[in-house]
C-alpha cells in the first residue's frame, strides 16, 4: 500500500470508518446502531478525494455483529442518497458465517433490489470477494483503478482497534 492516499476517520472499538484513495471503507465491529450509523455518515462528505470522480463504499459487518435492524439499514441508506452524484457503489460486506449470515446476505440483496439504488449495491461474504468488484466500479469515472490487494490490505490493517 505504498504511496496511496489514505485517511482514518473514526477508530473506535464498535466502528472504523476510513478511505483508501477513493474507497470508502466502515467496518462495523460490533452491531451497528442508528448513532453509530449517524457517526460514519457524517465523514460521508470526505470520501470522494477529488470532486467529480464519485467515491464506492465497503461496509464489512464482522461475524461479532447480530442482524442490523431495519432502522439502522435506513439511516445508512439514506446518507448513501443524499450523496448518489457521488457514490459509484457499495459492496456490502457480511462476514457473519452459517444460515445466520447466508439468510442476512440474501435480504441485503432482497433490499438493495428492492429499494432500486441509483448506484450499483452487491453483497459479498468475504471482503476478497468484494474487492474483485470494487475496482471497476471505482474506476468508472476515470481515477486510477485501485488493486484489490490494496483495499484488502487497508481493511485488514483496520480491522481491530487502534
Request: hydrophobic share 45%; net charge neutral; glycine share 6%.
Given at each position: 500500500?505504498?504511496?496511496?492516499?489514505?485517511?482514518?476517520?473514526e477508530d473506535r472499538p464498535?466502528?472504523?470508518?476510513?478511505?483508501?484513495?477513493?474507497?470508502?471503507?466502515?467496518?462495523?465491529?460490533?452491531?451497528?446502531?442508528?448513532?453509530?450509523?449517524?457517526?460514519?455518515?457524517?465523514?460521508?462528505?470526505?470520501?470522494?478525494?477529488?470532486?467529480?470522480?464519485?467515491?464506492?463504499?465497503?461496509?464489512?459487518?464482522?461475524?461479532?455483529?447480530?442482524?442490523?435492524?431495519?432502522?439502522?439499514?435506513?439511516?445508512?441508506?439514506?446518507?448513501?442518497?443524499?450523496?448518489?452524484?457521488?457514490?459509484?457503489?457499495?459492496?456490502?460486506?457480511?462476514?457473519?458465517?452459517?444460515?445466520?449470515?447466508?439468510?442476512?446476505?440474501?435480504?441485503?440483496?432482497?433490499?438493495?433490489?428492492?429499494?432500486?439504488?441509483?448506484?450499483?449495491?452487491?453483497?459479498?461474504?468475504?471482503?476478497?470477494?468484494?474487492?474483485?468488484?470494487?475496482?471497476?466500479?471505482?474506476?468508472?469515472?476515470?481515477?486510477?483503478?485501485?488493486?484489490?490487494?490494496?483495499?484488502?490490505?487497508?481493511?485488514?490493517?483496520?480491522?481491530?482497534?487502534?
Open positions: 500500500m505504498t504511496d496511496l492516499n489514505t485517511a482514518v476517520f464498535e466502528l472504523f470508518v476510513g478511505r483508501v484513495e477513493n474507497c470508502a471503507v466502515v467496518i462495523w465491529r460490533v452491531t451497528p446502531t442508528v448513532a453509530s450509523a449517524r457517526l460514519a455518515m457524517q465523514h460521508f462528505p470526505e470520501f470522494e478525494v477529488h470532486p467529480g470522480l464519485g467515491f464506492a463504499l465497503v461496509a464489512v459487518v464482522t461475524s461479532n455483529c447480530a442482524p442490523i435492524g431495519p432502522e439502522v439499514r435506513q439511516a445508512f441508506d439514506e446518507a448513501m442518497r443524499a450523496y448518489r452524484h457521488s457514490a459509484l457503489g457499495m459492496a456490502a460486506v457480511i462476514e457473519v458465517q452459517g444460515v445466520l449470515g447466508g439468510l442476512a446476505r440474501a435480504l441485503a440483496r432482497t433490499m438493495s433490489v428492492v429499494t432500486r439504488s441509483p448506484y450499483p449495491v452487491n453483497t459479498f461474504a468475504t471482503v476478497s470477494s468484494a474487492t474483485e468488484w470494487l475496482p471497476q466500479i471505482l474506476s468508472q469515472r476515470g481515477t486510477t483503478r485501485l488493486a484489490p490487494r490494496d483495499i484488502v490490505a487497508f481493511v485488514e490493517s483496520h480491522r481491530e482497534p487502534a
